[in-house]
C-alpha cells in the first residue's frame, strides 16, 4: 500500500489528511485540535480505544451512546450527537483511491458522517485500507460487519462462520451502507490516518 499516493487522493477529493504513526499521537493532536465544541461520536472501537471520550470530554461537550451521561439514554444520546460542531468516526473501510465505505445499523453514524456538523474528522488504521473500492465493500462485509457482531453477541450466521451471508434475520447489524466519495459540501472534513492496526 502507498500510503503517499492514497494522501495525495483523498487531498485531491477535498479531505484535509493527517498522518501518525502512533495513536496517541492522533490522540494527542485530536485533543488540541478540538476545544470548546459540540462533539457528537459514531461507534467505533478504534476511538474508544483510544481513549478519545475521556480526552475530549474534559474540555468539550461530547456525546455518545458508549458513553451514556447521567440519566440519558441510548436513544437520547444518538439523537444529542446528530448535530454540533464536530462528529468522529472510524470507517470499516477505505479505498486507496480514498473511497471510504460505512456500514450501520441504527444509521446514526452514517448520518452523523453526512450531515449536520461543520468539522467531521475520520479516524483510522492502515488496517482499513484496501486497494480498490470493491475490496474496501469486501473488508466492510466480510471483516469488519462479523467482527462487530461477535463483539455485540447477535444471532447472525456471520457471528459464527466470519463472513457476511446477507441474513435478513432481527439481529442484522447492517441495515445500511454509505460510500462517500468527497466531503459532504459545507462539512470539512478530515481523515486522521494511523500508522497502525486499530479497530475491528
Ligand atoms: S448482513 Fe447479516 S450476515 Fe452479513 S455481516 Fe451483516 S449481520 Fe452479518
Redesign the pocket.
Same mark, same amino acid.
Given at each position: 500500500m502507498d500510503l503517499e499516493t492514497m494522501q495525495m487522493n483523498l487531498a485531491r477529493r477535498g479531505y484535509i489528511v493527517s498522518v501518525f504513526d502512533t495513536a496517541e499521537e492522533a490522540a494527542e493532536y485530536l485533543d488540541g485540535r478540538i476545544d470548546g465544541k459540540n462533539v457528537g461520536i459514531g461507534g467505533s472501537v478504534t476511538l474508544d480505544k483510544m481513549g478519545m471520550y475521556q480526552r475530549l470530554s474534559a474540555h468539550n461537550n461530547v456525546e455518545w451512546h458508549w458513553h451514556l451521561k447521567e440519566g440519558e439514554t441510548v436513544q437520547e444520546a444518538r439523537t444529542a450527537a446528530m448535530t454540533g460542531d464536530v462528529y468522529l468516526s472510524s470507517v470499516n473501510g477505505i479505498s486507496e483511491a480514498g473511497e471510504i465505505v460505512n *456500514?450501520d445499523g441504527a444509521g446514526n453514524r452514517l448520518a452523523g458522517t453526512l450531515f449536520g456538523h461543520s468539522k467531521v474528522y475520520y479516524v483510522l488504521g492502515i488496517n482499513k485500507i484496501r486497494p480498490t473500492l470493491e475490496d474496501a465493500i469486501g473488508r466492510a462485509?466480510?471483516i469488519a460487519?462479523?467482527l462487530n457482531?461477535k463483539r455485540l453477541g +447477535?444471532e447472525?450466521? +456471520?457471528?459464527k462462520r466470519g463472513v457476511?451471508?446477507?441474513?435478513q434475520?432481527a439481529?442484522? *447489524? +447492517?441495515r445500511a451502507m454509505t460510500i462517500t466519495y468527497a466531503p459532504m459540501m459545507g462539512q470539512e472534513t478530515e481523515v486522521v490516518i494511523i500508522r497502525k492496526f486499530l479497530g475491528l
Open positions: *456500514i462485509r466480510n460487519a462479523p457482531a +447477535c447472525t450466521p +456471520c457471528e457476511c451471508y446477507d441474513c434475520g439481529d442484522r *447489524i +447492517c
